[in-house]
């Protein structure tokens, strides 16, 4: 046919003609690359994963939520091998399911996200289609690769599986020590300034008895630094108002016989010149280390900072916290009461909280 080509049009009309098969023919293949796609076998439980590069909360975040989705639906989660290396560096004994591990060739698999986007300025989806009654989403869950989304964060199905998580994100030693440590050191602290010992009991100002085991320890998240663009961008509001925290703190003084708090933030100098000392009661133990100095082209990069700050909030008895998923799971690991400021409730995690509806979380 090449031959018959040339005889009729000759050879240099028969060359472009041949270049332009030719491209077709490679075009064609690049068509091909692009369309074809690895499959699981059908009967083979469906694959979840999120390929969101977020910050440490968003990575607890994402992994819990795969984690119930497991539980209920017996599919099996997966992280991907940079997420897994961040959670490795702070939490023990993380059994984890490494994509590039188990599925070497997992760019090949064609991962969908079957899910109903309900905001997408904020990337927040329904994945009610997983549980729904009249099974319409049984087909997701057999031979699928489901990519979940950056930012998973279904707080109301954490509730039922907490201690399950909890035993999930357990810090590891080094930070859980340096917590405690400094949590002691300020109750000795605080004793030491403010009381006179007689025998086995200390007695306040030389009126109120104090004992070690009358004190509770309350943390206050407060996420400033690079949040300030965040809310701007995306809900058009500001930094929560100093007075909450006030507020807060005059709440867990009402709720308990002598409470400390320890403040964890991003900005300390701020919360310093701010709260002070809390007449003796507040003490700035969290990192010094700035948000800024964070590089932001690298959330998954880790720090002894970060591990140590979670670690403070999640020793405490009780929370106090802004908004963010950092200081959320702060509060999760800690349990007790939690306090929240009112007037956010346009913002992602605070209605992914509110419709969990924690019994001793509550909204000032």
Same mark, same amino acid.
């Given at each position: 046919m090449i031959?018959?080509?040339?005889?009729?049009?000759? =050879?240099?009309?028969?060359?472009a003609l041949m270049g332009v098969a030719l491209a077709g023919l490679l075009g064609g293949y690049v068509v091909l690359q692009r369309t074809w796609h690895a499959e699981l076998n059908p009967m083979e439980p469906s694959r979840f994963v999120s390929f969101g590069r977020g910050r440490l909360g968003n990575q607890?975040?994402? =992994?819990?939520?795969?984690?119930?989705?497991?539980?209920r639906l017996n599919i099996t989660p997966f992280v991907t091998q940079e997420q897994a290396e961040m959670l490795w560096e702070y939490f023990d004994?993380?059994? =984890?399911?490494?994509?590039?591990? !188990?599925?070497?060739?997992?760019?090949?698999?064609?991962?969908?996200n079957?899910?109903?986007?309900?905001?997408?300025h904020i990337w927040n989806f329904d994945y009610s289609i997983l549980f729904s009654p009249d099974g319409s989403g049984a087909s997701l869950l057999l #031979?699928?690769?489901?990519?979940?989304?950056?930012?998973?964060?279904?707080?109301?199905? +954490?509730?039922?599986?907490?201690?399950?998580?909890?035993?999930? +994100?357990r810090l590891k030693d080094r930070y859980v020590l340096n917590a405690q440590r400094n949590l002691e050191l300020a109750r000795s602290?605080?004793?030491?300034?403010?009381?006179?010992?007689?025998? @086995? *009991?200390?007695?306040?100002?030389?009126?109120?008895?104090?004992?070690?085991?009358?004190?509770?320890?309350?943390?206050?998240?407060?996420?400033?630094?690079d949040y300030a663009e965040h809310l701007k961008s995306l809900y058009h509001i500001g930094y929560v108002k100093p007075e909450y925290y006030s507020e807060a703190i005059e709440w867990f003084k009402g709720a308990f016989k002598c409470p400390l708090f320890f403040i964890v933030s991003d900005d300390l100098e701020w919360a310093e010149n701010e709260l002070?000392?809390?007449?003796?009661?507040? +003490?700035?133990?969290?990192?010094?280390?700035? *948000?800024?100095e964070f590089d932001p082209n690298v959330p998954l990069a880790? *720090?002894?900072?970060?591990? @140590?700050?979670?670690?403070?909030?999640?020793?405490?008895?009780?929370?106090?916290?802004?908004?963010?998923?950092?200081?959320?799971?702060?509060?999760?690991?800690?349990? #007790?009461?939690? =306090?929240?400021?009112?007037?956010?409730?346009?913002?992602? !995690?605070?209605?992914?909280?509110?419709?969990?509806?924690?019994?001793?979380?509550?909204?000032?």
């Amino acid at each position: 046919m090449i031959i018959k080509c040339f005889r009729s049009v000759g =050879l240099k009309t028969a060359k472009a003609l041949m270049g332009v098969a030719l491209a077709g023919l490679l075009g064609g293949y690049v068509v091909l690359q692009r369309t074809w796609h690895a499959e699981l076998n059908p009967m083979e439980p469906s694959r979840f994963v999120s390929f969101g590069r977020g910050r440490l909360g968003n990575q607890m975040s994402s =992994l819990a939520t795969i984690i119930a989705f497991s539980q209920r639906l017996n599919i099996t989660p997966f992280v991907t091998q940079e997420q897994a290396e961040m959670l490795w560096e702070y939490f023990d004994d993380l059994d =984890l399911h490494v994509l590039e591990d !188990e599925m070497p060739n997992y760019q090949d698999y064609r991962w969908i996200n079957p899910f109903r986007l309900i905001d997408e300025h904020i990337w927040n989806f329904d994945y009610s289609i997983l549980f729904s009654p009249d099974g319409s989403g049984a087909s997701l869950l057999l #031979g699928q690769t489901i990519e979940v989304g950056h930012y998973p964060n279904e707080v109301h199905m +954490f509730r039922a599986i907490t201690p399950s998580l909890q035993s999930v +994100f357990r810090l590891k030693d080094r930070y859980v020590l340096n917590a405690q440590r400094n949590l002691e050191l300020a109750r000795s602290e605080f004793l030491e300034k403010r009381t006179t010992f007689h025998g @086995n *009991s200390e007695e306040l100002e030389g009126s109120v008895i104090i004992k070690p085991e009358d004190i509770s320890f309350v943390s206050i998240h407060i996420r400033r630094g690079d949040y300030a663009e965040h809310l701007k961008s995306l809900y058009h509001i500001g930094y929560v108002k100093p007075e909450y925290y006030s507020e807060a703190i005059e709440w867990f003084k009402g709720a308990f016989k002598c409470p400390l708090f320890f403040i964890v933030s991003d900005d300390l100098e701020w919360a310093e010149n701010e709260l002070g000392d809390c007449n003796g009661h507040c +003490f700035y133990a969290g990192s010094r280390k700035s *948000s800024s100095e964070f590089d932001p082209n690298v959330p998954l990069a880790t *720090s002894p900072e970060i591990g @140590n700050d979670l670690a403070l909030l999640s020793q405490v008895n009780h929370s106090i916290i802004t908004y963010g998923t950092f200081g959320m799971w702060g509060a999760l690991l800690a349990g #007790g009461q939690t =306090l929240l400021p009112k007037g956010f409730d346009n913002m992602k !995690e605070v209605k992914e909280i509110r419709r969990a509806n924690f019994r001793d979380w509550t909204f000032i």
